[in-house]
Structures are given as structure tokens and as C-alpha cells.
């Protein structure tokens, strides 16, 4: 199994590295451009075949240590 976890800064924590893509991409000619948030991905290889087990492990993982819950939102994704 693999897990996929996305992590991204909260909607109200400013991402100043979002804001500098966003004004490059604006000055390279791209319009329409409302928001840029920038955030990680990570996988992790698993062994065993319990989906919810590694869910709940992985989500506890992301919270304690891929991530700073206090400024980043995360998601998991099982495959």
C-alpha cells in the first residue's frame, strides 16, 4: 500500500511563498490567477493490507509529525 499526504498552510495563515509564485506567474504573462498556496507531498511505502488501520496510523503520523496542525491543514489518501 501507499499513502499519499498533502500538506498545505491553513486558508487563513498568509503563504508568502504562494504569493511570490503568484506575482512571477502574473509577470510572465498569466491572468486569471485568484490565489497560490504552496504546500508538500509526501509518500510513504506500507506494508500489510489493512486500509483502515494504516489510515488511522498515517492520519496520526500527519498530525503529530508531517505537520504543524496549528498552521497546516492535511489530507491522507490510501492506494
Do not use: C, W
Amino acid at each position: 500500500m501507499k499513502a499519499k499526504i498533502t500538506v498545505t498552510p491553513k486558508k487563513a495563515v498568509l503563504d508568502p511563498q504562494g504569493k511570490t509564485v503568484q506575482t512571477a506567474l502574473e509577470h510572465i504573462g498569466f491572468t486569471g490567477i485568484k490565489d497560490v498556496r504552496i504546500g508538500k507531498y509526501i509518500e510513504i511505502e506500507l506494508e500489510g493490507t489493512d486500509r483502515e488501520a494504516a489510515l488511522k496510523s498515517i492520519s496520526q503520523a500527519s498530525h503529530k509529525i508531517l505537520s504543524n496542525p496549528v498552521i497546516e491543514d492535511y489530507s491522507v489518501e490510501i492506494e
